[in-house]
């Protein structure tokens, strides 16, 4: 009874197509019992969001190496330092009849943290580079196969959202927050002055060649 039915089924189906029947159907349908996947979008969206939330885990870890605002605070910190010990290095060095010591690039790079917080960025460091590059190569993959679709207003919401956080990471967790107040040396500069100086309160560096 059941082949009959189906058998009556094929014989009155239309022939013609439909106006409405959808013109980007896959050419090869999904076998009975299986889901079809997701496509190349979803997948790109999901990658990302995952790369997105080890990013943020390497920068609660290691915020030297991975927060942006907290390295570039640092970088500007090392460099107001170098210009501060650039003032009196070169004058103590004379006074002691030593060459200055040359500066190196490992200099302008933070410090490594302990061991156990380097393992512990291994992985998500790892997931991050797998995540970021799955996404890019199927954002590729989508751009390629469907260049002219239309995105629905609930993926283009999510396309948004990673796009500010990514832009969120880019410059930073706190890009809004003031910078540090800079170092003051006016104690340090007074020390070099009793030391050095000639006694009459003249400013070390410039007092007799000596400092």
Known sequence: MTRTRRALRRACR????????????????????????????????????????CHRRLAKLTPSFFDSAVVDREARERDERRRWMALWEPALARAYGCDPLPHKPEDD???????????????????????????????????????????GFGRLARLLEIAMDSGRLASGFDPGLPDAEPDNYDAAWADLKRAYGRGDGTDPVVSAGVL
């Open 14 to 53: 239309n022939p013609t197509v439909r106006g409405w029947r959808a013109l980007n159907r896959p050419a090869v349908r999904s076998l009975p019992g299986h889901r079809r996947g997701p496509d190349d979008l979803s997948q790109a969206l999901v990658a990302f969001a995952r790369a997105i939330r």
């Open 109 to 151: 790079l933070p410090p490594l943290p302990p061991p156990r917080t380097q393992r512990a960025v291994d992985r998500p460091l790892a997931c991050w580079n797998l995540w970021f590059n799955l996404g890019r190569e199927a954002l590729r993959r989508y751009q390629q196969r469907r260049p002219h679709e239309l995105i």
